[in-house]
């Protein structure tokens, strides 16, 4: 069984910094992409950040210059530096992995969130 657990969540002021962590655990042979979405109140997810195995990322236009994605390989684990925090970051914050726990079988697994509110 394979888990994500976030954590680095809370309440900053407008200006601040997060950084938020994402574990993966559990049975795994791989993980391609990784990546963070975002759900605020009465909005769609969407995507906010994501990087492959090798290092590439990918930026909602929205984040770009103030946020940055990081994985460490090793540890299973992907990070996002969040500064220059804006009231309009306030949202759920979801990691999300493409994890083969085989060689023939992949999923998508989601973390259970982490709430980051950004007070003006």
């Known amino acids: 069984q394979v888990q994500l657990v976030e954590s680095g969540g809370g309440l900053v002021q407008a200006g601040g910094s997060l950084r938020l962590s994402c574990a993966a655990s559990?049975?795994?042979?791989?993980?391609?992409?990784m990546g963070w979405y975002r759900q605020a109140p009465g909005k769609q997810r969407e995507l906010v950040a994501a990087?492959?195995?090798?290092?590439?990322?990918n930026y909602a236009d929205s984040v770009k210059g103030r946020f940055t994605i990081s994985r460490d390989n090793a540890k299973n684990t992907v990070y996002l530096q969040m500064n220059s925090l804006k009231p309009m970051d306030t949202a759920v914050y979801y990691c999300?992995?493409?994890?083969?726990?085989?060689?023939?079988?992949?999923?998508?697994?989601w973390g259970q969130g982490t709430q980051v509110t950004v007070s003006s």
């Open positions: 999300t992995a493409e994890i083969f726990v085989i060689p023939a079988y992949r999923n998508d697994y």
């Open positions: 559990g049975s795994i042979f791989r993980i391609n992409a």
């Open positions: 990087i492959t195995s090798g290092g590439s990322t």
